[in-house]
């Protein structure tokens, strides 16, 4: 069997308080295959985030990974040198974040925020870099894509500024992406929107997709795999459609019962 793209293994972390430290993420363990859609769901404060933040070495002070490990392609990213860790964040993990708005520099054109991406991992410079920016904006269905690589984040809405992130997390082609509740800020329609996208990305790029998201209605659209959060640990995993039709949890079913017409 070929081994995981992605394996977390007993992540633990910590933050430590004045007098107090807070076990944010208790003993993780899941895996993500090559070109596989894994959703990692719970309720807001179980410590998704922090799990994400931690595979790509992202988490501030006073928050501390005190155990486990991260493997990618077979490397422990938890200890590989800082500059190692930045060819993997972008070029082999990317992130997406929530809300756009706080990720994309509000003072420079999209077109020259995908165009860093690139030139960032040496994949390629000047004019080039311009032209790649139009055609990653055409491959996330951007209208007008030609015009909308010079206007700056406020210009845009935030759908079209999710496709702008969603561009940016695709431009070095890394096989994983992690997409933190992608849709979260955006209304319902525009939601479906970018989940049909990210789907289609998924199936030309065969990327791999840890989808994190408190809406068991996503998880069950999107992923092949779901691991169950709460209280920073995982209480249970498995197959979508077997968690779907006999959650073993209480908590799984009373965020499938949170979803209108799941159950
Ligand atoms: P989620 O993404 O599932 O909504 P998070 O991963 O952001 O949740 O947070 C999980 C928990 O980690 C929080 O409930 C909180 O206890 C702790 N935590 C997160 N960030 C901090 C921080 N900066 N300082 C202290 N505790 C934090
Ligand atoms: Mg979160």
Do not use: W
Request: charged residues 20%.
């Amino acid at each position: 069997m070929e081994p995981p793209l992605l394996d977390v293994q007993h992540l633990t972390v910590t933050f430590a308080g004045e007098r107090s430290m807070a076990t944010a993420v208790d003993d993780v363990s899941f895996h993500v295959g090559v070109g596989e859609t894994v959703g990692l769901v719970g309720e807001s404060g179980s410590g998704k985030s922090v799990t994400a933040f931690s595979i790509l070495r992202l988490l501030q002070p006073p928050g501390r990974v005190t155990r486990g490990k991260v493997i990618f392609q077979g490397r422990d990213l938890l200890e590989l040198p800082e500059r190692e860790m930045r060819a993997v964040r972008g070029a082999g993990i990317s992130l997406i974040f929530q809300e756009p708005m706080t990720a994309l520099n509000p003072i420079m054109r999209v077109g020259d925020q995908i165009a860093e991406a690139l030139i960032v991992h040496g994949l390629t410079s000047g004019e080039k870099a311009r032209t790649r920016a139009v055609e990653l904006l055409e491959a996330v269905q951007m209208t007008d894509a030609a015009r909308r690589v010079r206007d700056y984040p406020h210009q845009l809405s935030g759908g079209m500024r999710q496709r702008v992130m969603i561009a940016i997390a695709l431009a070095c082609h890394p096989p994983l992406v992690i997409a933190d509740e992608p849709t979260t800020a955006l209304d319902v329609t525009i939601q479906a929107q970018v989940l049909d996208l990210l789907r289609e990305l998924k199936a030309r790029y065969n990327l791999a997709l840890l989808l994190i998201t408190h809406d068991f209605g996503v998880i069950a659209e999107m992923a092949d795999r779901v691991a169950v959060m709460y209280k920073g640990r995982l209480v249970e995993q498995g197959p979508v459609r077997q968690i779907l039709r006999e959650p073993s949890h209480e908590y799984t079913r009373s965020l499938l019962a949170a979803v209108p017409g799941m159950r």
